[in-house]
């Protein structure tokens, strides 16, 4: 199947789509990349019935707004229903899609990696040596806004599991089994959630590091696999 890869400025990136479009996926990149990195995972939807939408974002507040005006996009002017329309993303765009999916109905939401308790990730991150890329992160965000103790609200404020109830669609969680920036109890906290409140949701631990870096393939495979079975495409 052909692929049809565009740079589109309603959304400030890229639409990639395929000769069928049967279902539309906001689908988001990680923190400092961008819709190029996500391209050859777009592709291998596109090529099974999914448009793509892949916006440029910044920072979780603005994936969150880049997000809801993708989704919007979709609906308003792609014209797909809600029962037709998802967001997922990678990392902090996993993050951002979870919430974003509480402003905005959508049918499916892809959670590749992402945080859902920001206080949580700082206490993982801020035990690594200095130098490391985890504990730079986590002195960056003691800088911008302090430590969970300093800042309870804004941490709370911040993370996917305190808005859990308002999180809707359909739930594919994916993390890395090795990932050393995001650990896999963060997934599985959110999964557990979602259960005791009888959602649909499914959580794959994969044997993957960090950004699934080799394991597009993988990833693209599961969320197929998990639309077709609810019949969206």
Do not use: C
């Not at 400092?32 to 995972?41: A, C, E, G, H, K």
């Not at 448009?51 to 792609?78: C, E, M, T």
């Amino acid at each position: 199947m052909s692929v049809k890869i565009e740079r589109s400025s309603d959304i400030s990136g890229l639409i990639i789509s395929g000769s069928e479009r049967k279902f539309a996926l906001v689908l988001l990149h990680a923190f400092n990349q961008m819709p190029d990195d996500v391209r050859s995972l777009a592709m291998m939807f596109a090529e099974n019935g999914i448009l793509v939408l892949a916006p440029k974002y910044v920072d979780a507040a603005d994936g969150i707004n880049q997000a809801i005006s993708a989704i919007r996009y979709a609906k308003a002017r792609l014209e797909f229903d809600t029962a037709r329309i998802g967001v997922a993303g990678i990392s902090l765009g996993g993050t951002v899609s979870l919430l974003a999916s509480t402003q905005e109905n959508v049918a499916f939401v892809g959670d590749y990696g992402g945080w859902v308790d920001m206080a949580g990730l700082y206490e993982f991150l801020e035990k690594f040596p200095k130098g490391t890329p985890q504990k730079t992160i986590a002195e960056t965000m003691k800088a911008a806004v302090g430590t969970p103790q300093e800042s309870p609200d804004i941490y709370s404020l911040s993370s996917p599991l305190t808005y859990v109830e308002l999180i809707n669609g359909s739930v594919l969680i994916i993390h890395g089994e090795k990932d050393n920036m995001v650990p896999v109890s963060q997934s599985r906290v959110l999964y557990e959630k979602l259960k005791q409140l009888g959602r649909d949701v499914e959580l794959h631990v994969i044997d993957s590091e960090y950004l699934f870096t080799g394991h597009e393939k993988e990833l693209a495979d599961i969320t197929i696999d998990f639309l077709r079975r609810r019949q969206k495409i």
